[in-house]
């Protein structure tokens, strides 16, 4: 555990001595302020005219017109983010050679992807820290259930993780860290639209297929409801992911 | 302190190391000499547990490299070829971190980071960033993390390579101190680089272990020996002592032949007329000569390559005359 830590700090280290970090923090505030934005002017453009036509509109209300809507579009929007976090974990220490420290350090293979996808982990959290810090100003100015809203960040936290440990995988495949990027996005998109399957498709393989859609187990929780075999797919996600680097990591000794 | 028994490391259908068995005792400094691509890597991997044996087995400080890799691996420091450095680190939190995964305690980290920092001379660079270290520093910085556990046994695999002459001077200077404390293997392809810091020379060539002997053993049996191979019809025994009693012949050796001819290694001194004599020697006895040959790659002609690549002629020319 020790290990893990020590090396998920140095990890965490190495994503702020590059510009990634901020890059990928910077962008991300400035997308998901605009869509914050926009969001909350409609809301307030809708509900200024449903209150000069008293009586005709049904109240509206912050959680189902702002929140959830906007944790959607986080889930899909995160989708381009992953990659640029994921895409070096393991490519960059191939091609620097670190890894041959790693790989002759007394650390167990797991400890390596488990300190890594820690640090990957974290700056997933600080991407949601923005959100959340746009969400603090829907309670300065509204009264919004804050319940449905934890349910929704857990969803988010399952689903971020389970995308970096595909992620991790992937770059543990190979050196290079735009193959990495490019393959991981091809398989999150992949992921994402799988449920399209469902409108066309009735047979129970149709249905197998859209139960892998990484996107379509979250939508229960935007609207703050668990539901127990969502929650079980995000977390065997992330242990396939897992479990997939580690064969990954054996598999670079016996070939190397 | 290391036992290589019978490692053999295929890639697919190339075989990088052959059969290679040796040991080292704890507190000597050995050389792994050979030209490149013949296998020294492949052998420093397989010792740190980057890589397993195809066949073999070795063992570092009582244990097997594939049963207890994690034990061999703390009693290994580790220095590749390339240093695996992180440039976006400073020195010191580099060696902090190396410390930490290597397995020193947190409470003992500092103290060790101050050991190695000034063993290895890293005292101006301390707080500077890898990235802007120039290639003396970065290898002295590898030192430093290899050595950063307090190892048993120190891999070094090519420490001076691409270093200026000063440089090197002071690697070996520092290797040097290093010795007796720690048991150490550095490879190189240059021989002056082994005979001045080594007491034990392993010569490997193709992935197959050509020699192991100390400097000056190996500097004397080179004195001009040569080996040919000879493929002889005739009674092995009299062939045999037809070639022993010709001048200049130091040692023959009887191999397995096929079809009633018989096969042999004849070692001879340094004269260019010795072939001919031996040819004329066969013939003249009625026996029908089908081959001779100077064999493959001796250990000379390996020596001079390495000699030749790089390094100065004075030491070349002690080594290989």
Redesign the interface.
């Known amino acids: 555990m020790?290990?893990v830590l020590?090396?998920a700090k140095?990890e965490i280290?190495?994503y702020f001595?590059?510009p990634i970090a901020y890059i990928v923090l910077g962008i991300w505030a400035l997308i998901f302020g605009y869509f914050f934005y926009s969001a909350t002017a409609i809301f307030v453009d809708y509900s200024m005219r449903a209150m000069m036509q008293r009586g005709q509109a049904p109240p509206m209300n912050i959680n189902d017109f702002i929140i959830r809507p906007l944790l959607m579009n986080v889930s899909v929007i995160v989708l381009f983010f992953m990659p640029m976090i994921t895409m070096r974990l393991f490519a960059e220490e191939k091609r620097?050679?670190?890894?041959?420290?790693?790989?002759?350090?007394?650390?167990?293979d797991i400890e390596i992807i488990l300190g890594k996808w820690l640090a990957a982990m974290v700056l997933y959290l600080c991407l949601l820290g923005i959100t959340a810090l746009n969400m603090v100003f829907l309670f300065i100015h509204g009264k919004p259930d804050w319940r449905p809203l934890l349910v929704g960040y857990l969803g988010l936290i399952l689903l971020g993780a389970a995308f970096l440990g595909i992620g991790a995988f992937i770059s543990s495949t190979t050196k290079n860290q735009i193959v990495a990027a490019a393959l991981t996005f091809g398989v999150f998109l992949m992921l994402w639209v799988l449920d399209w399957v469902s409108s066309y498709s009735t047979t129970p393989a149709g249905k197998v297929i859209a139960y892998m859609s990484i996107t379509q187990h979250f939508e229960p929780f935007a609207k703050g409801v668990v539901e127990l075999k969502d929650a079980v797919y995000y977390i065997s996600v992330i242990f396939l992911g897992l479990f997939l680097t580690v064969r990954s990591m054996e598999s670079l000794?016996?070939r190397? | 302190m290391i036992k290589v028994e019978g490692l053999t490391k295929r890639y697919g259908p190339h075989t990088a190391v052959n059969n290679i068995s040796f040991e080292v005792a704890k507190g000597q400094i050995v050389g792994f000499l050979g030209p490149n691509g013949a296998g020294k890597t492949t052998t420093m991997r397989v010792l740190?547990?980057?890589?397993?044996p195809t066949e073999g087995s070795a063992t570092v400080a009582g244990f097997d490299v594939m049963q207890e890799p994690?034990?061999v691996?703390?009693h290994?420091g580790?220095l590749?070829e390339?240093p695996?450095?992180?440039p976006?680190?400073e020195v010191d939190?580099y060696l902090e971190?190396?410390g930490?995964?290597?397995?020193v305690a947190k409470t003992e980290v500092r103290g060790r980071v101050e050991e190695v920092t000034e063993r290895c001379a890293l005292g101006d660079v301390r707080y500077k960033l890898i990235a802007k270290l120039s290639r003396g520093y970065r290898q002295r910085v590898g030192l430093a993390?290899a050595l950063i556990h307090n190892p048993d046994v120190l891999v070094l695999d090519e420490p001076t390579a691409g270093l200026d002459p000063k440089q090197i001077i002071e690697t070996r200077k520092l290797i040097h101190g290093l010795s007796g404390d720690h048991t150490i293997i550095l490879s190189s392809h240059i021989l002056p680089e082994v005979s001045t810091t080594c007491q034990l020379v392993i010569i490997i060539n193709q992935g197959k272990l050509e020699a192991i002997d100390t400097p000056d053993n190996l500097t004397a049996r080179l004195q001009g020996h040569e080996t040919v191979f000879l493929e002889v019809d005739g009674p092995p025994d009299d062939v045999a002592a037809r070639l022993q009693s010709l001048d200049g012949v130091s040692r023959v050796t009887r191999k397995d032949g096929h079809g009633g001819r018989v096969s042999f290694d004849v070692e001879t001194g340094k004269d260019p007329n010795i072939r001919s004599r031996m040819a004329r020697a066969v013939i003249e006895s009625g026996w029908n000569l089908h081959e001779l040959r100077s064999v493959g790659l001796s250990l000379e002609e390996i020596f001079l390559k390495l000699t030749t690549a790089e390094g100065d002629k004075e030491e070349a020319a002690g080594g290989a005359s």
């Open positions: 020790n290990n020590v090396l140095k280290r190495s001595a590059s620097m050679g670190t890894i041959e420290l790693l790989l002759t350090s007394p650390l167990r000794r016996w190397a | 740190t547990c980057f890589l397993p994690l034990e691996k703390r290994i580790y590749p390339t695996p450095l992180y976006e680190m939190e971190f190396t930490r995964i290597k397995g993390q």
